[in-house]
Structures are given as C-alpha cells and as structure tokens.
C-alpha cells in the first residue's frame, strides 16, 4: 500500500516505473512526471485508464476514482468510455442551456423583426433572464424557478416588461420542445401568476361621418404616397400597427389575395390571414415599384429597421390636425370593430377573430383562427366598400 511519504521520496530512476497500490491501482514514475494508472481485464483483454497526475490527483482522489472504475469493470463497462459519455453529457448540458437554445432561437427566428423589437427582446434576455437561469439545462429550468424571475421584474415596478419576459421565455421554451431539448412550456404553466396588465385604451373615430372626413383628409394629405398609404391601410385592415408597418412583402400574396402574417411576427404558434379587398391590392400594386427593394410594403431609407414606426403615422395624423385624443393608428382597431358590428350587422367573433383575438365558442372552446375565413374575405371587402362610401357622403 502507498503513502504520501513514499510517493513523495519516490525518484525517477532510469527507466519508468510502478509503485503499486493494490487492485490494480498503481503510480506510474516517469521522467516528465508521476501518473495514476489502473490496470484492469474487461472482455478477456488487459487495459490501462489514466486516472490523473500527482500531485494534482491525491493519494485519496485517485483511490476514490479507482473505485468508481472498478465498480464500472464489474458491470463490464470501460470506464474510459464512461468518462467519455460524461463529458459528453456536460458538453450537451452546455449546449442545451437556456442561453445557448435562446441565441439558438433568436438568430433563428427574429430575423425580420424590427430592430427595436430585437433590442427590447435582447435587453430581457441579458438584464434578466440569462443571469438567473441562462446556464441551467432548458429542460431542468422549472415553473416556479422561471416564476421567481419573473416576479422579481415585477417587484421593480415593471410589470409589463415581466409579461414580455414570461411571453419571450415561451417563445423560447416551445423551439426548445421543437428541436428535442425539453418536452413542456413551462411558461405557458404560469398563465394567470402575474399581476393583470393594465388595459390601455386607444383614441379611436367610432362617427362614420367622422370617419368619411378622415379618409378625405387622408387623400389630400400633403405626406410622401407611402405614409399615406400606411394610413390608409392602418383602417382598411386593421392589425395591430407594429404587425403592418414592419410588414415584408414576402408576407403578401398577390394571386391569393391574402396577408399571411407570420407566427414569429404575431408571437404565436400559427400564422394570421389578412384578406385583402380590390381597393387594398390597387395601394399595394401601387407601393409595390416604390418599395420592393427595402424588403417592406412600407419600406424607409431613412429608417435603421428599414420600414416606417407607428410614430410615423401618429405624426402624420398629427399634421392633419388630429391630435392624441382624437386618434390613434391603434384605435383603428376598436373603430373597425365599433362600426363592423354596430353599422354593417357583422356578428362579434368574426371582428375578434380578424383582429387575432382569442373567441369562444358557446361551449367555452377556442375557434380556430384558420376558420371562418371564407366569411371573413367577405367582411373585409365589405368593409372597403363601406369605407369608399363614406368618402363619397
């Protein structure tokens, strides 16, 4: 048996040699240094595992590890291999971090994002996500764990920002699931923890008379054609306005007719179909020479994101004389529904459900957003043709 007093006195003499330590366990005296070895029979055939280097590896690391191997020869396992698989495993670990999967994701999938919206994103990642559970395994990160994160966001008095970092952590979570690193969402777990966002309410013309002096004012708007076009689409479709400024003309289908907005973009896990009326095709046949080499139906040279901001177009309705109480390029969205529902009969589900929105049937159960699209083509062209008459009043 060794001990630390022998391997200490131990020298190299002229060629390498062992000093023993039973079970096969020996330390190797060589002239670069002195080696743990251990000297065992798997499958009939001798082999050697390198154990480590003293006196980095104690007397006591080394027969510890020692064991470990003799433990993995009984069970007919190398323990080379073993070693392997370890660190395999701890490179997979690194590899499917919360950090690596979320840059994984994002330079994926926020790709045609508008660079605020990218840098907001970023911002919770770094600030708050990735210093509390960014080298955690994705798939070991559990509810309340991402909950507690979530909570201290809200305890700075930013429940907002907790809501987007419990959305982006979903966003993340489900790519997760989808290349095979975890197989539950935990944040979708967490619906209804936080703290109810405060609902906003949008200036909004909901007076068709009001609504027909708009659209006039629109027409002899002295703004560049595609500003005026981005206000006249922001009430003849209706979407959320990030979702139709940073719209990409890959988006468009001319032949179909349709706006598929894409399921990165509505941050869900499904596309959104936009139908598209004779008079919206002519503006986009008309933007489409203009802007096609930006990328965007409302593209901007003079923009770092490429496209023209909702700021844009509340500038533009500002210089027409309508100010923050009067209208917002959002409150469209409540004055397509207003006026949808009150003055053209259509019933309330369909409104929501072109405006995205989640609707229940009587039975409680979610409509797919994919359905009733046939009468949604209809309603939308309806709602053009309403929008020309009262221009015409």
Not at 166 to 191: C, F, H, P, V, W
Not at 285 to 301: D, H, R
Request: charged content about 30%; overall charge positive; hydrophobic content about 35%.
């Amino acid at each position: 048996m060794l001990n630390v007093k022998k391997i200490e006195k131990a020298k190299y003499p002229c060629e390498p040699s062992k000093l023993f330590d039973g079970g096969g366990l020996y330390l190797l005296i060589a002239k670069t240094g002195k080696y743990w070895r251990y000297k065992y029979r798997l499958a009939g055939k001798e082999n050697t595992f390198a154990i480590g280097v003293y006196p980095d590896v104690s007397l006591k690391q080394a027969r510890d590890e020692h064991q470990r191997a003799r433990d993995l020869v009984r069970k007919g396992i190398a323990p080379a291999s073993d070693r392997k698989r370890g660190k395999l495993g701890l490179a997979n670990a690194h590899q499917n971090s919360f950090t690596r999967v979320a840059e994984e994701w994002f330079n994926s999938h926020m790709k045609d994002m508008s660079e605020s919206y990218k840098k907001r994103s970023m911002r919770i990642l770094e600030k708050d996500l990735y210093p509390n559970i960014g080298t955690r395994p994705i798939s070991e990160v559990s509810a309340p764990e991402l909950l507690a994160v979530l909570r201290k966001i809200e305890g700075r008095g930013a429940p907002d920002m907790a809501h987007r970092a419990k959305q982006l952590s979903g966003q993340i979570m489900g790519y997760a699931i989808a290349t095979g690193r975890t197989d539950r969402n935990i944040a979708r777990e967490l619906d209804g923890a936080l703290a109810k966002r405060k609902k906003r309410h949008y200036a909004a013309i909901t007076d068709p008379t009001l609504l027909g002096r708009l659209l006039n004012d629109i027409d002899n708007f002295s703004g560049t054609f595609v500003v005026k076009q981005a206000l006249k689409l922001t009430i003849y479709l209706f979407p959320r306005p990030v979702e139709l400024y940073a719209m990409p003309w890959s988006e468009i289908n001319f032949d179909k007719k349709l706006w598929t907005i894409n399921m990165i973009r509505m941050k869900s896990d499904r596309d959104h179909y936009v139908p598209l009326a004779p008079d919206v095709i002519a503006i986009l046949e008309a933007l489409y020479p203009i802007t096609s080499k930006y990328g965007f139906v409302f593209g901007s040279a003079r923009s770092k994101e490429g496209h023209i901001s909702e700021n844009t177009v509340r500038q533009a309705l500002r210089r027409m004389g309508y100010t923050n109480a009067d209208a917002t390029p959002h409150g469209f969205r409540a004055t397509a529904r207003t006026l949808l529902e009150e003055e053209l009969d259509y019933p309330y589900h369909l409104t929501e459900h072109q405006q995205s929105r989640m609707v229940r049937d009587p039975m409680g159960r979610a409509y797919n957003r994919t359905t009733h699209l046939a009468k949604r083509i209809e309603m939308m062209h309806r709602w053009a043709d309403y929008l020309g008459e009262l221009k015409a009043r």
